[in-house]
């Protein structure tokens, strides 16, 4: 099945940095979503994004759709240690309004 | 308050000895789906089920099976679980297939020895 290329796959940071990632697929997407899963919990949505070139944010996260539809960014700035998790991209096709995942960024920060 | 309730949250098996992972979801989605979690694969989907007595194969379906009885319940079914099938289980719902996002329950985690 198709999956989305996330990179990095992991990051390890000092407290306080920006944080950047980003995901990309060969399909094109009417829809990117951004998830987080903490330890021991299932994801959790952070942000939706629904129009090329689309910028939103939440808090000290923004995220963007790609102007080409096919990918997507996650920033997160001054990262505190509650930022530790797994950040998943997900897409929906235009065709078969599927959700396809990413393979997950995880993000570590250390005081 | 709205959840997606899976049990249980750990599971050790042998091979072989049939399981089911239960599923619920208390928010009246339409949609429900199984995921499964692997290091380096990120989510990848099990089967879904767009309404009552409606499922579907995701991804990577073999050696499973779904349920959809019930508008609120979706329990996963491993009749001859393998030590592949060893890995953390998301249960999700939504409003509908194109709905905003997903709900995900909090995992399973098994472990097929």
């Known amino acids: 099945g198709q999956q989305l290329n996330q990179s990095p796959q992991s990051m390890f940071i000092q407290e306080g940095e920006d944080v950047s990632m980003n995901c990309t697929s060969s399909?094109?997407?009417?829809?990117w979503l951004w998830y987080k899963q903490e330890p021991g919990e299932g994801p959790v949505l952070l942000i939706a994004l629904y129009k090329a070139g689309e910028l939103t944010s939440n808090g000290r996260l923004t995220a963007q759709f790609g102007i080409t539809r096919k990918d997507s960014f996650l920033n997160i700035s001054a990262s505190i240690p509650s930022d530790v998790g797994i950040y998943f991209c997900?897409?929906?096709?235009?065709?078969?309004?599927?959700?396809?995942f990413g393979t997950g960024t995880r993000l570590q920060v250390f005081p | 308050e709205a959840q997606v309730t899976q049990n249980p949250r750990y599971l050790i098996t042998v091979t072989g000895k049939k399981l089911t992972v239960t599923c619920s979801q208390n928010m009246n989605h339409e949609y429900m789906s199984w995921y499964r979690q692997d290091p380096g694969l990120g989510l990848r989907q099990i089967y879904y089920?767009?309404?009552?007595?409606?499922?579907d194969k995701g991804d990577v379906p073999e050696g499973y099976k779904v349920s959809r009885k019930e508008k609120r319940n979706f329990p996963l079914i491993l009749e001859s679980p393998s030590p592949n099938q060893t890995s953390l289980y998301f249960c999700?719902?939504?409003?509908?297939?194109?709905?905003?996002?997903?709900?995900f329950g909090s995992g399973t985690r098994l472990t097929v020895v």
């Open positions: 997900a897409g929906r096709t235009y065709n078969t309004d599927k959700l396809i």
């Open positions: 089920s767009m309404n009552v007595e409606v499922t």
């Open positions: 399909s094109i997407f009417n829809t």
């Open positions: 999700a719902s939504s409003l509908s297939l194109g709905g905003e996002g997903y709900t």
